[in-house]
């Protein structure tokens, strides 16, 4: 059976982000308490709320994600720590991955992730231009992100990755090209590239559907030029040794995310805390996917001390199919047909074949080796990629 990864949001910021969209936020420490006390609830009751969910005993991925987690308090870290370690088995070389916002991992909070077992951390960097930074409400210059690197280092922390955001306020090419530059001189062993989204789940993104000039929205680079950005992040990053792996994740070999891999490839994970996601088999080998509500209020009070879950759901074959589709195209590796044919059965997959030559024609996949893959220009409408194999599903379900 495969190995487990754990992911444990800690949904608290010292400042809410102009384009952030998760469920986070700023809060109080009695808050802090309350939440740690329930995510430990969680993961005390996991077995018993799942029943005859197949977990797998042997954890190789933790992964603390929000939010900042290095906002809660030394303690909270080691009642996290003692509650992983005694409802999981995690292996010695887990990887253990701390997302972190430069100058905000002070060094009783260091001692403690480190005393956790962290082994990785993921810089939320966004930019390394300190103008760009400060319009998005970001408290760290270029100086307290290189000084941060060289702290956690100097403390045996090796596995760095550092995120930027394409289409930042007052972004312009020359000023991308400088974090670019910057990154690769950091000499980290992982980065992620993402595009800034517009939606209605941020500041910023409310301001620039609504046209207006708040948050620097005024500023912001326009879609088309915040793909050539993309773009050029593939290019240079991979000069530097950081090959593109999956859409937004670089890495040297070997230094990929154990953790976030695990999502790609459909392999067990649990999530815990709030808006958390799970991906687990039954003993009947049928994948189960449930989340938790993505509203604070609403998960600190809950009648069950473990937290109610969300949208449990066993999934059933068409649906573990189109996953195996958009979740593995991510991956630069590919799709490949012998796979899915040997999980899901030829005639099923079959029924992809003139949706894949269609994207093929019009250059968003290839499909060469019995391997489909992205293109440069499906990596940038990679969405409207995944949709089409959607619409496959109406066939599929009538042969099951």
């Excluded at 951390?121 to 941060?148: C, K, M, N, P, Y």
């Excluded at 956690?152 to 306020?169: F, Q, Y």
């Excluded at 687990?280 to 879950?309: I, K």
């Excluded at 991510?330 to 269609?358: K, M, T, Y």
Aim: charged share 25%; glycine share 8%.
């Amino acid at each position: 059976m495969n190995s487990l990864g754990i992911y444990i949001s800690v949904p608290f910021c010292r400042a809410k982000c102009t384009y952030c969209n998760f469920a986070s936020g700023v809060s109080s420490v009695k808050a802090h308490e309350q939440y740690v006390t329930r995510v430990c609830g969680e993961i005390r009751s996991l077995r018993r709320r799942l029943g005859d969910a197949a977990i797998p005993d042997l954890v190789d991925s933790i992964y603390l994600g929000g939010g900042t987690p290095s906002v809660l308090a030394a303690a909270l870290v080691g009642e996290l720590a003692r509650t992983l370690r005694q409802e999981f088995a995690v292996s010695p070389d887990a990887e253990i991955t701390l997302e972190c916002a430069p100058g905000q991992l002070d060094d009783s909070s260091l001692e403690a992730m480190l005393a956790f077992g962290v082994n990785r951390i993921s810089f939320g960097v966004q930019s390394l231009v300190d103008r760009e930074a400060a319009a998005t409400g970001r408290f760290h210059t270029r100086e307290v992100v290189l000084r941060d690197l060289e702290r956690v280092r100097s403390a045996g922390v090796r596995k760095l990755s550092i995120d930027l955001i394409a289409g930042m306020p007052y972004q312009t090419p020359a000023s991308w090209q400088e974090s670019l530059e910057v990154l690769a001189a950091t000499a980290v062993d992982h980065a992620s590239i993402y595009m800034l989204e517009i939606d209605e789940d941020s500041r910023l993104g409310r301001e620039l559907l609504a046209g207006g000039s708040r948050y620097a929205a005024q500023t912001v680079p326009s879609e088309e030029v915040t793909a050539d950005l993309y773009e050029s992040a593939i290019t240079a990053l991979g000069a530097n040794g950081l090959r593109q792996y999956e859409i937004s994740n670089f890495a040297r070999v070997g230094s990929e995310s154990r953790h976030n891999l695990k999502y790609w490839r459909r392999e067990p994970y649990l999530g815990f805390g709030l808006d958390a996601h799970s991906m687990v088999r039954t003993r009947n080998g049928g994948g189960l996917r449930f989340c938790t509500t993505a509203v604070l209020d609403e998960y600190l009070r809950g009648d069950d001390l473990a937290g109610p879950l969300q949208e449990v759901r066993e999934l059933g074959a068409s649906e573990e199919l189109e996953e195996a589709w958009f979740l593995g195209l991510r991956l630069r590796a590919g799709v490949a047909w012998h796979d899915l044919a040997a999980e899901f059965g030829s005639e099923r997959v079959e029924n992809f074949r003139p949706v894949v030559r269609e994207l093929c024609q019009l250059e968003l996949l290839t499909d060469e080796q019995g391997v489909v893959r992205l293109t440069r220009r499906g990596l940038l409408f990679s969405n409207d990629v995944f949709a089409r194999f959607l619409e496959v599903e109406e066939p599929a379900l009538q042969m099951q």
